[in-house]
């Protein structure tokens, strides 16, 4: 999905505070990422609540706006303990600094859903295989992630990998959650 930015509204901006969505804003211009695609990403991974403390509910120990991992976390100088300690605008610098590396090349919502599940698909096509049911190396990528094969062939595309958070995006625009400036 192309860019949808207008600087004027936000989707799930009603569920944030105004320096969270303030943030977010100059986040995605400073990134060049539509602060939409951030939103519908942090909607999906924090089960709609924005909620920085949020664990995951698989027990991965992933925690936070964009689920954090432990080494991702150490890997950006900080703890999941501390994240998840952190208010939501406070989580939002370390969000930044994980898609930093990234600036310029997340042009859709599924690149920037890749940066956060499997950034080595970031800019491939959108049918591009993520996890395959038969990959012998890598046998527990695909088992971890199988709710995600939606036509059940043993293969998880980029796609199907996206559809979620591209739900989040359609109904983080809804009139209960999109913020407008003029409303």
Known sequence: MASIFDPDRLCWGT???????????????RLAIDPNF?????????????????KNGAG??????IQFMPST???????????????????????EKYFRPNKGRLRTLSDV?????????IGKPEEFVLFDRA?????????????????????????EAADRPSRMLAMGFR???VWSRSA
């Open 15 to 29: 569920k944030v505070s105004p320096a969270f969505r303030s943030y977010v804003q100059g986040m995605g211009e």
């Open 38 to 54: 951030l939103m519908a990403c942090m909607a999906f991974e924090s089960g709609r609540t924005f909620d920085p403390a949020i």
């Open 60 to 65: 991965s120990g992933a925690v936070g706006l």
């Open 73 to 95: 976390a150490a890997a950006l100088g900080t703890s999941t303990a501390a994240l998840a300690a952190m208010s939501g605008p406070q989580q939002l610098v370390f969000v």
């Open 113 to 121: 859903y890749m940066a956060i599940l499997w950034p080595g698909a």
């Open 135 to 159: 990959d012998a190396q890598r046998p527990k990528l695909y088992i971890q992630n199988a709710g995600l094969d939606f036509n059940r062939d043993g293969k998880i595309t980029k796609r």
């Open 175 to 177: 009139p209960e959650y």
